[in-house]
């Protein structure tokens, strides 16, 4: 058994759960979500062991009889790893692995080999091997501590007599240096994809999708978009953004963007290495929280997906609440608790189809922000202005008069803020544009719009 060997795949596995007393819904399946995250690093489970306790052990988590029978089920089932569904001190994980003679990870271990396996991009595979170092690196004290000095005290040679040092403060060098490198190179990653970002919502409005690991978001990107997302019933099966184009209908299209799903616990450093990834996610004008109803934990997802958004700094867009997999309910009155909490909720099943053409309305109204029509006075010799006018809106009709082109137009808010964005002259029923903006369409909100 050796510690720095950390992948877990086709390895047997017993899971552990520390449950604080009181906290546990007692009609849920408590690790099934681990079970789903072992399955997904590719080991076998081969038993299962919780305990309820007012607060963990400090020295090995579980309490002194619950460490005795995990050794006895380690033994019984022949597995070769232990899984936590919990984060442990380097200190527990040693005592527990010097209990059970067998490697021990806990969550956020698990998570990180997870994404290890799945990175597929030059983006991904640095953010999790800085995410790795990161959570490597204050434990390297417990996986080295066998070691003694490894230079000097001995006579061995010239040059090797002084007071040496310790293999844990090699590691610690080689750790510092190899991010320093790392982190240089997603630097410079980042800054092209947010040059690219920023392009492509100047250009374009934006939607992200967004939502709990395995709750659809894949799958709703392929039916609405021309597609490529990888598609599959595991956890973190999408790692690296992914960007199409989403007609909408009569002339209109968005960009759609399919990110990294979020999960309970995530590790705090996957999360801020993972931050050019979600980049697309914090830079969307509209998101769409795609939230699988079926699941009995959906409450949970929920509010661990609006969590990780607070904390990852997308709160300026709107969030719009995509009730997915509405075919797999298992009593179609469960949609309507949903519906009765948010009324503006849209129940949908991504694998059918039911749904999405209403969606893709409310993402119209957004995109909008508001119509209304109205006439649009510009100099005819301004062939730009005019025709960025036409090309941002439906025009309905057009007259000339003393140089002058009258456009009576539908127009939605946002179409105006992008045309005064571009330095497109013009008069909006005969006022400066701002004093119409405020009067015009003053009352409408992320929620308030007409079509």
């Known amino acids: 058994m050796h510690r720095e060997q950390l992948k877990v795949s086709a390895e047997r596995a017993v899971l552990v759960a520390v449950i604080p007393t009181g906290r546990s819904d007692p ?11 072992t399955e997904t690093a590719g080991a076998e489970v081969v038993g299962e062991l919780i305990q309820k306790r007012l607060k963990p052990s400090g020295t090995t988590y579980l309490g002194k009889g619950k460490v005795q029978e995990l050794a006895d089920l380690m033994a019984m089932t022949r597995a070769t790893l232990v899984i936590f569904d ?18 021990v990870v806990d969550r956020s271990e698990l998570i990180l080999d997870i994404f290890a396996n799945r990175a597929a991009t030059v983006a991904a595979r640095l953010q999790v091997e800085i995410a790795q ?13 066998h070691l003694e000095q490894i230079v000097g005290g001995a006579p061995i040679g010239i040059g090797t007599r ?3 040092e310790k293999q844990l403060e090699i590691d610690r060098r080689i750790v510092q240096r190899r991010l320093r490198q790392l982190r240089g190179e997603l630097v410079r990653i980042e800054h092209r994809m947010g040059r690219a970002v920023d392009q492509r919502n100047l250009d374009h409005y934006t939607v992200g999708l967004v939502g709990y690991t395995n ?3 894949s799958t709703l990107f392929n039916h609405v978009t021309a597609g490529g997302a990888f598609v599959h019933a595991k956890l973190f099966a999408t790692l690296s953004a992914r960007v199409e184009r989403w007609d909408l209908g009569a002339g209109l299209s968005v960009m759609l963007s399919d990110t990294v799903g979020f999960i309970r616990d995530l590790p705090h450093h996957l999360v801020a290495s993972f931050r050019c990834t979600l980049q697309e996610t914090v830079s969307a004008q509209l998101l769409l929280i795609v939230l699988d109803v079926a699941d009995p934990r959906a409450r949970v997802h929920l509010e661990t997906v609006h969590r990780t958004l607070d904390e990852i700094g997308a709160t300026g867009q709107c969030r719009v609440l995509v009730l997915n997999k509405v075919d797999a309910l298992a009593d179609p009155r469960e949609l309507l608790v949903w519906l009765n909490s948010d009324p503006l ?12 053409a209403a969606l893709a309305e409310v993402v119209r109204g957004h995109l909008h922000g508001g119509v209304r029509q109205v006439k649009i006075t510009a100099e005819m010799s301004d062939g730009r202005s005019v025709a960025l006018i036409e090309k941002r809106s439906t025009v309905l009709d057009r007259s ?19 045309l005064l964005a571009r330095g497109v002259r013009m008069r909006i029923n005969g006022l400066e544009p701002l004093d119409a903006l405020q009067r015009e369409w003053s009352a409408v909100g992320p929620t308030q719009m007409d079509s």
Do not use: F, H
Request: contains cysteine; proline residues 5%; negative net charge.
């Open 27 to 37: 009609a849920a399946d408590q690790l099934a979500e681990l079970r789903a995250l």
């Open 86 to 103: 919990n984060d442990l001190a380097p200190s527990q994980i040693k005592a527990v692995e010097e209990a059970t003679r067998c490697k």
């Open 133 to 145: 170092l990161e959570y490597t690196y204050p434990r390297l004290r417990a996986m080295w501590s």
């Open 162 to 164: 002084g007071p040496g």
């Open 215 to 217: 709750a659809g978001k």
């Open 345 to 356: 909720a849209l129940p949908i099943s991504a694998a059918t189809g039911e749904g999405v």
């Open 400 to 418: 000339y008069s003393g140089g002058e082109v009258e456009l009576t137009v539908r127009i939605g808010r946002r179409q105006v803020d992008e």
